[in-house]
């Protein structure tokens, strides 16, 4: 329609506005989905953040980090940080999932491969994420000399971390002489050779007698069924101490009898002042720590 005008000639009229807001959301049509995909991603986010985010958020009381593992009965002559070790030579000082079936026989695993454990004892496991392991040590009972230096053994043979002891704590212990071989196998492993197990059993007999009679060294003399051992103390004095604890032959004193007779030297310096003394020997009218004669088998 054209509308007249003032002066007789006709006047455009303006078209009329179809749908605004039509015209807007087909012009920004593209940019309206995006913005929808956004709102419909975040909606759908905090719905499953509502029902597992408090479920997430408590992950981190099931996850066992080291510092949470507390570790029991470590003795006073182990100076190595025996957690810290037993926890990175396992490769479980990253952080374990507390829910894990195998997670107490892992800890129990890592610490028994230590070196200075004898035994795991006890594993438990806590809420929040928390661990107790409970150890024995394995003690320190004799100083083997080596070419370089001392290795050190506990009682049944077993090979040490001597790198925890200080030359003024190694020369404490008694020191045994005359080994030959080297040690089989790594710190944690036993020796491989019986004059060592022999020497470690002798070393826990004599070791509180070591420091009163100012020993020396212990040594063997002799091999295999006919070793004995014999000390050797201040001013070249020399003690046969004669078989091992266990080993006894026929009518020797047993190791009560030769440690009893030791002690009595400790005590009296006088008693036994000769360059050498023979423990194999009864002393005069003792016969207390004789050994029992093996009966001879039938023919």
């Keep these: 329609m054209v509308a007249p005008s003032r002066r007789g000639r006709p006047v455009p009229e303006d078209p009329p506005e179809e749908g605004g807001i039509g015209r807007f959301i087909q012009e920004h049509r593209a940019g309206l989905l995006a913005m929808a995909v956004v709102v419909a991603a975040a909606s759908a986010g905090w719905t499953i953040w509502s029902r ?16 949470a593992v507390t570790l029991e009965g470590v003795a006073p002559w182990v100076r190595s940080d025996v957690k810290a070790e037993a926890l990175r030579n396992a490769s479980l000082d990253g ?8 997670l107490p026989r892992r800890l129990a695993r890592a610490f028994d491969m230590h070196p200075w454990v004898r ?13 107790t392991v409970t150890i024995a040590c394995r003690e320190p009972v004799a100083m083997v000399g080596v070419q370089g230096g001392l290795l050190a053994i506990d009682a049944e043979g077993v090979v040490l971390p001597s790198a925890d002891f200080t030359a003024e704590a190694a020369a404490t212990y008694p020191r045994i002489a005359g080994i030959e071989s080297s040690p089989q196998g790594p ?24 420091q009163p009679l100012g020993l020396v060294e212990c040594r063997p003399v002799g091999k295999g069924t006919l070793r004995r051992w014999e000390l050797v103390g201040p001013e070249a004095r020399r003690i046969v101490f004669g078989s091992a604890p266990g080993r006894e032959v026929a009518g020797e004193p047993g190791a009560a009898a030769k440690v009893a007779r030791l002690r009595t030297l400790a005590a009296d310096p006088a008693a036994g002042a000769t360059e050498q003394l023979d423990l194999t020997q009864a002393a005069a009218g003792d016969t207390s720590g004789r050994a029992i004669p093996s009966i001879p088998a039938p023919p």
Excluded: Y
């Design 119 to 131: 035994q795991v004892e006890r594993v438990s496991l806590a809420h929040p994420a928390a661990a």
């Design 187 to 210: 710190e944690g492993s036993a020796w491989g050779d019986p004059a060592v197990e022999e020497a470690a059993a002798l070393a826990v007999v004599i070791g509180p007698e070591w």
């Design 52 to 67: 597992v985010g408090g479920r997430a958020a408590g992950q981190a009381d099931a996850v066992l980090l080291p510092e």
């Design 95 to 102: 952080g374990l999932p507390l829910d894990d079936p195998e």
